[in-house]
Structure formats: structure tokens, C-alpha cells
């Protein structure tokens, strides 16, 4: 890799840093290729990044960014996850790590918020910013709802009890 390679590859990786909403740190010994890229494909579907990098470039490229504290995280094989969505990235990481012992990991931050292994876990347990907004909907379509029924429930008990007389007189 060349100086300008360098130069961009820092570049870029200060961009994520710069939009991402959570920063997941992993220690990928082992890890085959296909499971890398499964993970990618995992971390992709669900609106994240994984991207392995030289941990001299990242420390860098971490320089001048809410998550500068990461640099004491990057030594060995160390791989980033991240988002935008505040939970993805913590989500997938810790799901595939469950199921592959070759993945580890190490910590993150949440803005200014460093985590350690069991602060990223938990973070992985909350529901993501999609299922909250399905949570909202759903609360405030609720009491529409309801109204609703509450409504058209008078009018069909009456017609109920017209339809009792009828039948009466008629029998």
C-alpha cells in the first residue's frame, strides 16, 4: 500500500467515523473468509459496515473524532463495525460472535460513550431504531382504533335491539 493509498484509506475510514452513531471493535483471529464475508453480508442487510483495517491507519483516522478513545482497542487483528442506526452494528456483532467463537469482541463507543464487551452486549439486547418506530406506530394507530370501534359499537348494539323487536312483533 502506497502514501496515497494510505492517505485515502484514512480518508475514508474518518468519514465513517465521522456519520457513524456506534463503533464496534472485534478481534477477528481466525476468522475464514467465508465467515468474513458472511458477517459483511449480515452487517450490510441491516444498514452497517464491517471493514477490516490496519490498526496503525485506524488509530489515525480515529484522531479528531468523538471516538478517539477507540485507538487503546485497536492492537492484533482487530476489525470495526459500524452504523448509523445506534444498535445494528452492536446487534449483529454479538449475534455472530454467539455463533462463532473466532469472533471477539473487544469493546466500542456510542458517541462519546465508550463501551466495554458486556456495554456492547447490552446494546445488542436493545430493540433497533426500525422496531421502535414500529412500536410508535402501532401505539399511536392504537387509540385510532379504538375510537374507532367505540364509535360504530352504539350504532350496531341499536340495530341489535331493532332487530330483537322485529323479530318479536313478527313471531
Given at each position: ?13 474518518n ?28 452487517m ?12 496503525r ?19 492484533g ?24 467463537d ?27 431504531l ?5 412500536t ?6 392504537a ?29
Amino acid at each position: 500500500m502506497n502514501r496515497s493509498e494510505k492517505t485515502d484509506a484514512v480518508a475514508a475510514l474518518n468519514a465513517t467515523f465521522n456519520e457513524a452513531a456506534v463503533v464496534v471493535v472485534t478481534r477477528n483471529a481466525g476468522l475464514t473468509v467465508a465467515d468474513s464475508g458472511e458477517l459483511r453480508t449480515k452487517m450490510r442487510e441491516a444498514g452497517a459496515a464491517y471493514k477490516v483495517s490496519k490498526n496503525r491507519l485506524a488509530k489515525i483516522a480515529l484522531k479528531d473524532t468523538q471516538y478517539e478513545s477507540l485507538g487503546e482497542l485497536l492492537s492484533g487483528p482487530t476489525a470495526l463495525a459500524t452504523s448509523t442506526d445506534p444498535v445494528a452494528a452492536a446487534k449483529i456483532a454479538v449475534e455472530f460472535a454467539k455463533a462463532n467463537d473466532k469472533l471477539e469482541i473487544v469493546g466500542g463507543a456510542m458517541g462519546d460513550t465508550v463501551l466495554d464487551v458486556d456495554g456492547v452486549k447490552a446494546l445488542a439486547s436493545m430493540p433497533s431504531l426500525d422496531e421502535i418506530r414500529g412500536t410508535l406506530v402501532g401505539l399511536v394507530q392504537a387509540p385510532a382504533t379504538k375510537i374507532a370501534q367505540l364509535s360504530t359499537a352504539p350504532a350496531a348494539k341499536l340495530a341489535r335491539v331493532f332487530g330483537a323487536y322485529a323479530a318479536k312483533e313478527a313471531a
